[in-house]
């Protein structure tokens, strides 16, 4: 089986590093007090431009450059995620890790730098790694996915109605939508216990 993991949320606690740094700008840097919006429902990976409706693109820029590289390398490992990878890969298993982090500047590979040494770093098994996946869908159809995991409602619904497996892995952002017809997880150990009776039903 080809399985098509995101990271963000996914994999890793980004959006706890995200919302930490993005507090701290708010409140030090811009004077602002933390207040946000929409928290915990929220369909889609633009949550800073959602949390924070009062910045303006100059601030929501000046954020991602000065803490982006920083939230990369902080966020830790979902629990469990290390172990469940493994073992998938031990049955046999392909982990295709499928991400929209993409360079800022074109023929740059820093965000592939960084995403390839915090995956080894935090032992996250992977087969292959595809960044700049603004379409996962074209992805996933490419590499013959079978599974596919992520925290995004676009990406997974994109999944679901084109008869791809889909797991949508709850995070902070998405937990209050609702997402009907799509297999909804709250922890690698559940992925691994519905991914067995999948296959078991195949």
């Known amino acids: 089986m080809n399985i098509g993991i995101d990271i963000d949320d996914t994999i890793s606690d980004s959006f706890e590093s995200v919302f930490a740094e993005s507090q701290k700008f708010d409140i030090e840097e811009l004077g602002n007090n933390g207040e946000v919006k929409q928290y915990g429902k929220i369909a889609h990976h633009n949550y800073i431009e959602t949390l924070y409706s009062h910045w303006n693109n100059n601030q929501i820029n000046d954020f991602w450059s000065k803490y982006f590289i920083n939230i990369l390398t902080k966020a830790k490992p979902k629990p469990y995620v290390v172990e469940i990878l493994k073992k998938l890969h031990n049955e046999g298993n392909k982990i295709i890790i499928i ?24 032992k996250i098994y992977y087969d292959k790694l595809i960044i700049n996946a603004q379409d996962k869908y074209i992805i996933a159809k490419e590499n013959n996915i079978n599974l596919f995991i992520d925290d995004s409602i676009k990406h997974c619904c994109k999944m679901a109605e084109n008869n791809i497996k889909t797991f949508i892995y709850t995070s902070i952002c998405n937990q209050g939508v609702d997402v009907p017809n799509i297999d909804r997880v709250y922890s690698w150990i559940q992925v691994y216990d519905k991914y067995k009776k999948q296959k078991n039903n195949m």
């Open 99 to 122: 991400t929209s982090r993409h360079e800022e500047e074109e023929n740059s590979n820093l965000i592939e730098k960084y995403t390839k040494k915090w995956l080894n770093e935090n």
